[in-house]
């Protein structure tokens, strides 16, 4: 039996219980066994972390301990433990941590317009995945993440900036370009899964954006 372990907390407007929840809901129906925690002490133990299969964590802001985050570095690149994760809860999470940065492959910077703006996801049918084999693209109404990713990410979907619903100064900042929305990437002997929706439990929820998050944590699975 596969073994995930969730972490949550951080910044409450991202609902990190019911995103947590959500997660856990999509990895027990696919047999795992899994452990829910809501304290960064979880990652202390890197022995433990090391014969998992899977981490995925729901973590936005915060501090992240020198301890913690390394013994999360190690047991992807050293061990092939699998991370998977969604919007800040993984890409704007610990702040000051470049060690996380560099291995979950990006970093939120701007989402124009707050909450609530439409855009559409485009799958990159160039780059054929199992992540993305077969699905549409869709439309969001939620943040639009503007983020700073690693050129060395595999990008399977992004969506179009400027937005040109977001109107004011705010929209005009950004050169046009097509923004990753949902990566791979592998940091050492481990697989790196992301997507940047998920501002709320119901974004992830739809139809894509859930299959999407459930090939992505199978996918990133050592």
Same mark, same amino acid.
């Given at each position: 039996?596969? /073994?995930?372990?969730?972490?949550?907390?951080?910044?409450?407007?991202?609902?990190?219980?019911?995103? $947590?929840?959500?997660?856990?809901?999509?990895?027990?129906?696919?047999?795992?066994? #899994?452990?829910?925690?809501? #304290?960064?002490?979880?990652?202390?133990?890197?022995?433990?972390?090391?014969?998992?299969?899977?981490?995925? *964590?729901?973590?936005?802001?915060?501090?992240?301990?020198?301890?913690?985050?390394?013994?999360?570095?190690?047991?992807? /690149?050293?061990?092939?433990?699998?991370?998977?994760?969604?919007?800040?809860?993984?890409?704007? $999470?610990?702040?000051?941590?470049?060690?996380?940065?560099?291995?979950?492959?990006?970093?939120?910077?701007?989402?124009?317009?707050? !909450?609530?703006? =439409? %855009?559409?996801?485009?799958?990159?049918? /160039?780059? *054929?995945?199992?992540? #993305?084999?077969?699905?549409?693209?869709?439309?969001?109404?939620?943040?639009?993440? %503007?983020?700073?990713?690693?050129?060395?990410?595999?990008?399977?979907?992004?969506?179009?900036?400027?937005? =040109? /619903?977001?109107?004011?100064?705010?929209?005009?900042?950004?050169? =046009?370009? !097509?923004? =990753?929305?949902?990566?791979?990437?592998? %940091?050492?002997?481990?697989?790196?899964? %992301?997507?940047?929706?998920?501002?709320?439990?119901?974004?992830?929820?739809?139809?894509?954006?859930?299959?999407?998050?459930?090939?992505?944590?199978?996918?990133?699975?050592?």
């Amino acid at each position: 039996m596969k /073994s995930a372990l969730i972490v949550w907390g951080g910044w409450d407007g991202h609902e990190p219980d019911k995103v $947590a929840d959500f997660l856990d809901g999509l990895l027990r129906a696919e047999g795992f066994a #899994t452990e829910v925690n809501d #304290t960064l002490d979880a990652f202390l133990d890197g022995d433990k972390l090391a014969g998992l299969d899977l981490i995925v *964590p729901v973590w936005t802001m915060g501090e992240i301990t020198w301890d913690q985050c390394q013994n999360v570095c190690r047991a992807v /690149s050293q061990h092939g433990v699998g991370l998977a994760g969604c919007h800040g809860a993984m890409c704007d $999470a610990f702040r000051g941590s470049t060690d996380w940065q560099f291995m979950t492959g990006g970093q939120w910077v701007a989402h124009p317009g707050n !909450d609530g703006v =439409p %855009y559409t996801v485009v799958i990159d049918r /160039s780059n *054929p995945h199992p992540i #993305t084999d077969g699905l549409p693209d869709f439309d969001v109404v939620s943040e639009q993440y %503007y983020l700073h990713t690693d050129p060395a990410n595999n990008v399977l979907a992004t969506c179009k900036f400027p937005n =040109p /619903s977001v109107t004011g100064a705010e929209g005009l900042l950004v050169s =046009p370009c !097509d923004m =990753p929305t949902v990566w791979t990437r592998h %940091y050492g002997q481990g697989k790196v899964f %992301y997507t940047a929706l998920g501002h709320h439990r119901d974004v992830l929820e739809a139809e894509v954006p859930k299959e999407i998050c459930r090939r992505g944590l199978l996918w990133s699975t050592k």
